[in-house]
Each structure stands twice: as C-alpha cells, then as structure tokens.
C-alpha cells in the first residue's frame, strides 16, 4: 500500500483507494491509503510546528532540496510518464512532457529562492529609512485537479516551499500515484519533518478539513468552477488567503487569411489532444465566413486520422478519457448537442474496448458544426474531447463571440494579419492569448492564469507567484 506522508513519516489509513488505469480497467496500478480526519490534523498540525523555522532556513537550503528534486524529475522523466499516462491517460509522450515540466518547475523555484529580495526607500520623514521585504504566508493547503497529475503539484509545491511557507498537499483522489511518486522524491530530496505533507483523499472530506482549519493561512485551488465557488466561500469566512484556478471555454478564432494547415493543426491539438481534458483547451472555433467550409473539410479529415487508443501504446494520438463519470458526461453534452440543433459531423461514440481488446473509457473526438453561441455546448465546460465550430461573418464579430462567455482562461486566433493579431491580443478578455498557437501549451516561466470566472487571485508561476506564496511586510527605521 502507498502511505501517506505526515510529518516526515510514512503513515498508513484505514481505507484504501484503488487506483485503476482507464486504457485497461483490469490494470491496477496500486493501493493508496486515504487520509482520516485525525491524519489531516496531524499533517496541519506538524506544518504549523515548522512553519516558522522553514520560513527562515537559508535560501541556499531550498535551493538545494527544490534543486534536486527537479533533478530527480528530469531524470525519472520516462518512468515518471509511464505512471502518468497509466493512471490518468494522457499519451505517453505528453505525460512525459508534463513530468519534464514539473522538473523545470522546480529548478525554476529553486533559483528563485535565491532571488527573493525586497526594496529600500528614503522615508518622506526625515532620518528614517523604509524597507519592504517579503515573508512567507505560513501554512499553505493545495488542493489539485486530476487532469495535471504533476505538473500543477508542481507549480504550487514548488514556490510555496520556495518562499518558505510549510504545505499540506491533496492531490485528485483520481491520481494519487503521481502525487505519491512526487512525495517521496521530496522526502528523499531532505525536507526537514513537517514541511511537506501529503495527505490522499477525497475532497468532501480531506480537502474540505483543510478548508476551514483555521491554522491553513492560504488555499491554492485549481479545479472546478463549482468546488472553487464553495472554497472561496469557506475562505472569505475565515479570512484565509485563496487563490482559485478554474474552468475554461476557450475560443480559438480562424480569420479568412490563416494558413489552413496552421488552423487545423491548432484546432486538433487544443481541442482534442489529452483528449480535451485541458482548462485551456478549445472547444469553441469561431471561424469566418471565407474558410468556414473549408477548414472544416480539413479538420474533420485530420480528426478522423487520429488513433484513439491505450495511452501508453506508440503511436496511439488520443487515449482514454479519466473514468466512466467524465465519460458519461462527454455522452450526455454530446445528446445535448445534438437535441440543440447542431451537427455532429464526426465522432462522439464511446467504444469501451480497444483494438487489443482491453477494456477503457474510449470515445472517439467528436465535431459539431451549425452551432449557435447560445447553445450549452458553447456556454459550458465539457471537458472532453468535444468541439464545436461556430460561424462568424467577420474578424468584428469573431472577437465578439469569442468574448461572450462566462470564462476568460485562454484565447486563440490563426491569421496571417498583424494588425488583428495585435487587436485580438489587446482586446481579447482572457488571462492568456495565443497567436498561431494552441490554446494549450504554455512555458513554465511566465505567469498562468485567466480572468472572468476562469481564475480569482493572483497568477500561478513564474516569478508572479510571489504574489500569493509571501505578505509584504514594509518596516521603518529611525536613525
Ligand atoms: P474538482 O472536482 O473541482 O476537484 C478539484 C480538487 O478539489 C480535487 O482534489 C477534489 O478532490 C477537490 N475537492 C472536491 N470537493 C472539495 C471540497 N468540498 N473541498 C475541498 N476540496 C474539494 O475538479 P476536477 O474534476 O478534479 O478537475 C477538472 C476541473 O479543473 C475542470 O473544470 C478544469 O477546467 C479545471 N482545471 C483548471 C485549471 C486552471 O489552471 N484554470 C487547470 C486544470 C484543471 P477529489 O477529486 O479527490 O474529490
């Protein structure tokens, strides 16, 4: 059984969860034990005793531990990927581009431990001088989506150890393998006790404990749009510090003069690729007049080339999607689809078997086309691989629809026009633009996030995490 890891110990539950592979449901991949409340208290309870000793430990220090647990996930990145790509499904070689991720996370943070600073000023008051310097937060709850099983632990462990907060970590019940695999490196890594805790279990209940203990000081969340809503509020409450990731419905434009092969290429990757499980993938293409027919000729050829088939087999472009209760949610925005009026031109049927037989949640990418901007299936997150194409008469009207929606995470367009890519970046309402690009697929620098319903507080990543991992402290001195 896989432990969880509670002031620096490996710590058995009474209940286990069974983590099963969704390319071939017959493969168990292990048994995790799920944390009790008394465990989660235990976790926050050794986070809180260490807080301040970590907060002052030397930068070289965290640069060291977060230093070579990077090096440990850069090394391990195959086997790492094989494991993601088992339990979550993704192909291999995107869960081996997101374990590489996840490393590059960390080193990226280790170094920026060594780059925390603050500012000097002269004081408007003679003889006095004023400095504004950064201190950890405290005592930091993560609570992850299973759709990024490392790389978004990733990007929250990293820079809150970085920045010296302790942290109380629960992974999707989903996908404890990869949080596991991350905590033992971690532990091996030579965090002292109590710094990093993993506690494994189901939201309702571990992570709901995490919420409201008044000892966590700040929550960072990624996930649903209905969860954050629920941990925001708990937050307000108790005043903790929150910032919340959330949902996407992420429009990807095509004007009249882009380089069609640029179009489908981008429309494929972030619409189906992960098999549309991405918060950034785009599920609306808003497409003009001009090469409507077109692009859609070519992207319903390109979708029916794709292999839809065991993650882990070479070759295989979409596997499975996560489990039946995303499965039957794909289904059921599919029939809603279609009793909409729109038209399924491709795929959207479920095959629970692969070409070998092994038993999955298989659906093959679907299409729509004639949609209308009103239709659920352009208002709401499916997360799946689901795409509609939307009809505009021109750029004017694209970018209106694009930005008729509720969320505001990522924005696309294919053109060859710099004068509407440079509109489209400046007049798009969401946190990231790509231009030529998929919606998905970012650099582990710069900062992620979106605006509008998709994201509340400040962005993940880069050296913008400073935002929520420290409190600005401004101290002045006399003489
Ligand atoms: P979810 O159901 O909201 O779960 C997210 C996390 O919250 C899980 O660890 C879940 O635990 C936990 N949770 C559930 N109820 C809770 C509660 N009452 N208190 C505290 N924690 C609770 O989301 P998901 O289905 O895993 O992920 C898919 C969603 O994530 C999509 O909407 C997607 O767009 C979004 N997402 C957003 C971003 C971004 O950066 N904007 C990135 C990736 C994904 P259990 O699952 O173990 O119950």
């Not at 434009?253 to 290429?265: C, H, Q, R």
């Not at 694209?398 to 367009?413: H, K, P, Q, V, Y």
Request: with cysteine; hydrophobic share 40%; charged share 20%.
């Amino acid at each position: 059984m896989f432990k969880n890891y509670i002031n620096g110990e490996w710590v058995g539950g009474s209940q286990i969860y069974r983590n099963i592979n969704p390319s071939d449901t017959r493969d168990l991949i292990g048994e995790y034990a799920l944390a009790d409340a008394s465990q989660v208290l235990e976790a926050i309870s050794a986070a809180a005793k260490i807080q301040e000793k970590w907060g002052l430990s030397t930068p070289q220090q965290r640069f060291d531990i977060l230093d070579a647990a990077g090096a440990e996930i850069l090394a391990r990145r195959n086997e790492l990927g094989d494991l993601l790509a088992r339990e979550e499904g993704k192909t291999l070689p995107e869960a081996i581009g997101e374990v590489a991720r996840a490393g590059n996370i960390f080193k990226f943070f280790a170094a920026e431990a060594l780059r925390t600073g603050g500012e000097t000023l002269p004081s408007v008051r003679p003889g006095v001088g004023v400095e504004v310097t950064r201190e950890p937060v405290g005592v930091v709850g993560l609570i992850t989506p299973w759709n990024f099983p490392i790389a978004i632990p990733a990007w929250k462990i990293a820079p809150a150890l970085a920045y010296g907060n302790t942290v109380v970590f629960k992974p999707a019940e989903l996908v404890p393998g990869s949080a596991w695999a991350l905590a033992d490196i971690l532990h091996r890594a030579g965090l002292p006790a109590g710094v990093f805790n993993l506690v494994m279990g189901r939201g309702s209940e571990v992570g709901q404990i995490l919420v409201e203990d008044k000892r966590v000081q700040a929550i960072s969340f990624t996930g649903s749009v209905a969860t954050g809503q629920r941990i925001a509020q708990a937050c307000v409450a108790r005043r903790a510090k929150f910032q919340l990731e959330m949902g996407g419905k992420n429009p990807m434009i095509v004007l009249d003069d882009a380089e069609l092969d640029v179009a489908v290429g981008a429309a494929v990757n972030s619409g189906f690729f992960s098999a549309g499980q991405r918060c950034t993938a785009s599920s609306r293409l808003i497409v003009t007049q001009g090469i409507h027919d077109r692009f859609v000729t070519e992207l319903v050829r390109k979708i029916e080339s794709l292999k839809v088939d065991d993650a882990r087999k070479a070759g295989t472009d979409i596997g499975p999607v996560v489990d039946e209760r995303q499965l039957a949610q794909d289904l059921e925005y599919i029939a809603i689809g279609k009793a909409e009026g729109a038209k399924l031109v491709t795929g959207g049927q479920a095959f629970g078997k692969n070409p070998d037989g092994a038993p999955g949640h298989y659906l093959r990418p679907a299409l729509f086309t004639e949609t209308s901007p009103s239709m659920r299936i352009n208002r709401e997150e499916i997360f799946g691989p689901v795409v509609s194409v939307i009809r505009a008469r021109d750029y004017d009207e694209a970018l209106a629809l694009a930005n008729d929606t509720e969320f505001g995470l990522s924005a696309g367009i294919a053109t060859t026009s710099l004068k509407f890519a440079t509109h489209f970046k400046r007049h798009s309402q969401a946190g990231m633009v790509m231009v030529n690009l998929p919606t998905a697929g970012v650099d582990y620098h710069v900062p992620f996030g979106g605006r509008k319903g998709s994201s509340y507080g400040p962005r993940e990543q880069g050296r913008y995490a400073a935002e929520f991992y420290t409190t600005v402290k401004t101290s002045y001195t006399s003489g």
